[in-house]
């Protein structure tokens, strides 16, 4: 059992950065790979981004790729994504997720585990 907790989101101006936390408690967190997607008013939820605890590759939705970094820091048990340039299109509820698979890291339904979402809103 994994439970999950962001934080850093809020209201922010084009262009800037913005840094997402997602601390996570329970057993083994090192070997659950982590996604981060997100949900604007009126779409579905999407991917934005996974790390797979396994080879510690990184994946990127194309509309963030270059711009968003996700990273972890097992002895912390936390798992970030730092989000830089941002524009108004990026305004969502962001999700931190975790699965116990490194494979199918896109796929929302691969994941067991959720957090509670973090607002992010990005004015031009």
């Known amino acids: 059992q994994v439970q999950l907790v962001e934080s850093g989101g809020g209201l922010v101006q084009a262009g800037v950065s913005l840094r997402l936390s997602c601390a996570a408690t329970?057993?083994?967190?090192?070997?659950?790979?982590v996604g981060w997607f997100r949900q604007a008013p009126g779409k579905e939820r999407e991917f934005v981004a996974a790390l797979n605890w396994r080879s510690s590759s990184t994946d990127y939705a194309d509309s963030v790729k270059g711009r968003f970094t996700i990273s972890r820091d097992n002895a912390k048990n936390t798992a970030d994504l730092q989000m830089n340039s941002l524009k108004p299109e990026d305004t969502a509820v962001y999700y931190c997720?975790?699965?116990?698979?490194?494979?199918?890291?896109?796929?929302?339904?691969?994941?067991?585990?959720w957090g509670q979402g973090t607002q992010v809103t990005v004015s031009s």
């Open positions: 329970g057993r083994a967190f090192s070997t659950y790979s």
């Open positions: 997720a975790a699965t116990s698979r490194n494979w199918g890291l896109r796929n929302r339904a691969e994941y067991a585990y």
